[in-house]
């Protein structure tokens, strides 16, 4: 074997376990992002929760989520993915389990805000993984299969959850699920290489026989201020807080009872629903990334998907009684179309220094979770105001009317990411700083 080759070889092995483990990761992230949606009727019994409280209860998630988005990026550009991913799967799992063995509303909310102070950490270490292991050329199509992949997770806490749930209560799940959280943290600690040089091997672009990226020489807090302070980076934070926020919001928790209670759908076919919206989502980010890749476009992407995003909402809350045909469809073209603001990160990455592509990429992505956070219970508040103004108790009160009301904030923010999408700067899929 020559050297090239035995050299290619342990790069495709260490390559493909570091990014294997951490999108494990991720995918658990995904599945407590949007399980609570699934399992919203348990927890309200559980619990006793109004629409607000079980809004709160999912929303804890996405607060700590926002939170940590940004010393993320600064961790995985100064520390290196491994050891906060390690760090991330511990506190994770932990908080899992602490979730399915909560004996009050309380001790379910700190355990909640634990596993979203956990799995916080996973995307922004995959982006940094991605970049570090892939050939440049290819990042929006690995942060494509990277969404693909994460949404693994949130298709399984649909449909195969609400299965599953037939054979065990919602506390064993969960309980499952931080245990194995707990084996992904040990294996990413053992096995996982922040880049190709701590393996011994050349970089990226050495195999290309270009010059590698200069490092960030200051201290961290200056690399920060440069990418907070250059305009460019602001747009896709307002795309993910208006496209990114409001489809978390509601694949996340709402879409089920919408369907249940607006629709008088069955539990399992609104999961099926959502089943669709989260493929279709998983798939389209995978094709997004492909078609920017392949046209060398970023913007044109993205802001045909973001139109097509916003017209969905806007039929699925003006529309009547849909066919099961029809409400399918449209909620697979609201996936599809969601998916479009995956490309932010590639922008936001290739608008700031390489050296900086944590701290980029995390500005960006707190714009979902904080939109999330604000929205879950947002319209569970405006759902309970919906039916309190009819005089109906709730939560059997919620009817489509409601829905509409409570729902509304989210074609709001939709349109917001839309026009956001506008003032996004193209860069033709290059980093001029490289």
């Given at each position: 074997?020559?050297?090239?080759?035995?050299?290619?070889?342990?790069?495709?092995?260490?390559?493909w376990?570091?990014?294997?483990?951490?999108?494990?990761?991720?995918?658990l992230?995904?599945?407590?992002?949007?399980a609570p949606?699934?399992?919203?009727?348990?927890?309200?019994?559980?619990?006793?929760?109004t629409?607000?409280?079980?809004?709160?209860l999912?929303?804890?998630?996405?607060?700590?989520?926002?939170?940590?988005?940004?010393?993320?990026?600064?961790?995985?550009?100064?520390?290196?993915?491994?050891?906060i991913?390690?760090?991330?799967?511990?506190?994770?799992?932990?908080?899992?389990?602490?979730?399915?063995?909560?004996?009050?509303?309380?001790?379910?909310?700190?355990?909640?805000?634990?596993?979203?102070?956990?799995?916080?950490?996973?995307?922004?270490?995959?982006?940094?993984?991605?970049?570090?292991?892939?050939?440049?050329?290819?990042?929006?199509?690995?942060?494509?299969?990277?969404?693909?992949?994460?949404?693994?997770?949130?298709?399984?806490?649909?449909?195969?959850?609400?299965?599953?749930?037939?054979?065990?209560?919602?506390?064993?799940?969960?309980?499952?699920?931080?245990?194995?959280?707990?084996?992904?943290?040990?294996?990413?600690?053992?096995?996982?290489?922040?880049?190709?040089?701590?393996?011994?091997?050349?970089?990226?672009?050495?195999?290309?026989?270009?010059?590698?990226?200069?490092p960030?020489?200051?201290?961290?807090?200056?690399?920060?201020?440069?990418?907070?302070?250059?305009?460019?980076?602001?747009?896709?934070?307002?795309?993910?807080?208006?496209?990114?926020?409001?489809?978390?919001?509601?694949?996340?928790?709402?879409?089920?009872?919408?369907?249940?209670?607006?629709?008088?759908?069955?539990r399992?076919?609104?999961?099926?629903?959502?089943?669709?919206?989260?493929?279709?989502?998983?798939?389209?980010?995978?094709?997004?990334?492909?078609?920017?890749?392949?046209?060398?476009?970023?913007?044109?992407?993205?802001?045909?998907?973001?139109?097509?995003?916003?017209?969905?909402?806007?039929?699925?809350?003006?529309?009547?009684?849909?066919?099961?045909?029809?409400?399918?469809?449209?909620?697979?073209?609201?996936?599809?179309?969601?998916a479009?603001?995956?490309?932010?990160?590639?922008?936001?990455?290739?608008?700031?220094?390489?050296?900086l592509?944590?701290?980029?990429?995390?500005?960006?992505?707190t714009?979902?979770?904080?939109?999330?956070?604000?929205?879950?219970?947002?319209?569970?508040?405006?759902?309970?105001?919906?039916?309190?103004?009819?005089?109906?108790?709730?939560?059997?009160?919620?009817?489509?009317?409601?829905?509409?009301?409570?729902?509304?904030?989210?074609?709001?923010?939709?349109?917001?990411?839309?026009?956001?999408?506008?003032?996004?700067?193209?860069?033709?899929?290059?980093?001029?700083?490289?």
């Amino acid at each position: 074997m020559t050297e090239h080759k035995r050299i290619l070889r342990h790069m495709w092995r260490h390559r493909w376990t570091a990014f294997l483990l951490v999108a494990m990761s991720y995918i658990l992230s995904f599945f407590h992002r949007v399980a609570p949606a699934t399992i919203a009727g348990d927890l309200q019994q559980a619990f006793h929760t109004t629409g607000a409280e079980l809004g709160m209860l999912a929303a804890t998630y996405f607060y700590v989520y926002t939170v940590m988005q940004i010393p993320t990026g600064v961790l995985v550009d100064t520390l290196g993915p491994r050891r906060i991913v390690a760090m991330g799967g511990l506190v994770g799992g932990l908080g899992a389990i602490l979730f399915g063995l909560a004996p009050s509303f309380e001790v379910a909310a700190i355990g909640r805000t634990l596993v979203g102070l956990g799995v916080s950490v996973m995307f922004i270490a995959l982006l940094k993984i991605n970049a570090a292991w892939f050939y440049e050329r290819h990042f929006a199509t690995a942060t494509g299969l990277t969404v693909l992949l994460g949404n693994i997770g949130a298709v399984l806490a649909a449909i195969p959850l609400a299965w599953l749930m037939a054979l065990m209560s919602w506390r064993d799940v969960f309980v499952g699920i931080g245990l194995f959280s707990l084996l992904l943290a040990l294996l990413s600690w053992r096995l996982i290489h922040d880049h190709p040089k701590s393996a011994g091997l050349p970089s990226m672009r050495q195999l290309e026989g270009k010059d590698d990226h200069q490092p960030h020489l200051g201290h961290w807090l200056d690399g920060l201020r440069q990418v907070v302070r250059n305009p460019a980076s602001w747009p896709g934070f307002w795309v993910n807080v208006g496209i990114a926020g409001s489809f978390f919001s509601f694949a996340g928790l709402w879409a089920v009872p919408f369907l249940m209670q607006g629709h008088g759908m069955s539990r399992e076919l609104a999961s099926w629903h959502t089943t669709v919206l989260l493929l279709a989502f998983a798939f389209g980010a995978l094709f997004s990334g492909m078609v920017s890749d392949r046209l060398e476009r970023r913007k044109p992407v993205l802001l045909t998907l973001a139109l097509l995003y916003c017209l969905c909402w806007g039929a699925l809350l003006a529309g009547g009684t849909m066919s099961l045909s029809a409400s399918l469809l449209l909620f697979g073209l609201m996936g599809t179309g969601a998916a479009g603001f995956t490309l932010s990160w590639s922008c936001a990455k290739e608008v700031n220094s390489p050296a900086l592509s944590g701290m980029a990429t995390s500005l960006v992505n707190t714009g979902a979770f904080l939109s999330a956070g604000l929205l879950q219970p947002l319209a569970g508040w405006l759902l309970d105001r919906a039916s309190a103004w009819r005089g109906a108790a709730m939560p059997e009160g919620y009817t489509l009317a409601d829905y509409r009301i409570g729902l509304s904030a989210m074609l709001a923010f939709a349109l917001l990411g839309l026009f956001s999408a506008t003032r996004v700067r193209e860069t033709f899929g290059r980093n001029p700083n490289a």
